[in-house]
């Protein structure tokens, strides 16, 4: 790995560590629900750099496979997580047999895919019968609200729509996991970010507007200085609603059909 893939990689694993860390209580409740203690075999889809694999693998002593279709987040993943089997691949095309895992998860993925419902068909095809299909946590920034308006949201929309990703993917889980069969339930994490997380986060997320070339490195510190000063002043409230779905894989498996 060259120096500015090493750096571009260490950011990202900072990202996704730091997004980890707001949705953890939530992923406990989640686990136990599941049972990821007593599963046998589970596989997570769209690692990253392993945020979520680290975890699971601390919590359960299944036999734990990820995947990713980078090979650097997979090459940086192998390299900080033992006893897990590792490959790159795309969940669109999984080379695992059918009824392989208890368990299919993954954490902030189907919002970055091309083919939501082709690549969750995957996810039910290696999954057993009675087995579980998870989305930990899937954003939806159009309940996004931020007060003083700064358009922090709106950019936000704008930057993941310009990146080929669904901003509005949290309201479709539902009608998603339900299409391909699954016995659902949904549910949402409400947290205002507290003025900690405003602080630490703050710039990272004008960071990421800056990146999809909304504003210039002007803007950008001009920004950054009123939004400090009103986070200090803890004036600044941002809410931002994560939604979660579990899908038992039934036996008798309605025929999949497109979601709406
Ligand atoms: C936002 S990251 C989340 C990483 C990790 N799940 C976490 O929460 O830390 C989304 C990941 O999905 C991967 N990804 C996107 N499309 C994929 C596909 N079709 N097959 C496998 N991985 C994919 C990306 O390479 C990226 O690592």
Same mark, same amino acid.
């Given at each position: 790995m060259g120096k500015a893939e090493k750096d571009y990689i260490d950011r990202l694993d900072a990202q996704y560590k730091r997004q980890s860390v707001w949705t953890k209580d939530y992923r406990n409740k989640i686990y136990r629900q599941i049972g990821i203690k007593g599963a046998r075999r589970i596989l997570e889809v #769209? %690692? #990253?750099?392993g945020a979520i694999t680290k975890e699971i693998r601390e919590k359960s002593s299944a036999q734990i496979t990820a995947i990713d279709r980078d090979h650097l987040v997979i090459a940086t993943a192998q390299e900080n997580i033992t006893e897990v089997e590792f490959y790159r691949m795309s969940v669109e095309e999984m080379s695992f047999r059918d009824e392989t895992f208890d368990i299919v998860l993954c954490n902030? $993925? $189907?919002?970055?895919?091309?083919k939501p419902f082709k690549s969750l068909m995957e996810m039910v095809r290696v999954c057993k019968t009675g087995g579980y299909i998870v989305a930990l946590a899937e954003p939806d920034y159009g309940g996004w609200i931020e007060h003083? @308006? $700064?358009g922090l949201g709106k950019k936000h929309i704008e930057g993941i729509k310009k990146q #080929?990703? @669904?901003? $509005?993917i949290g309201r479709k889980l539902l009608s998603l996991f339900e299409s391909g069969g699954l016995e659902t339930t949904l549910s949402v994490v409400a947290n205002v970010w507290g003025k900690e997380r405003l602080l630490e986060q703050i710039k990272n997320e004008w960071k990421l507007v800056l990146e999809t070339e909304q504003i210039n490195d002007e803007e950008y510190q001009e920004i950054i200085t009123k939004e400090v000063k009103t986070i200090e002043d803890n004036m600044r409230m941002i809410f931002l609603p994560i939604f979660s779905a579990i899908g038992k894989k039934i036996? %008798?498996?309605?025929?999949p059909s497109t979601p709406p």
């Open positions: #769209g %690692c #990253g750099t902030y $993925f $189907f919002m970055w895919l091309n003083p @308006d $700064f #080929g990703a @669904d901003p $509005f036996k %008798c498996v309605q025929k």
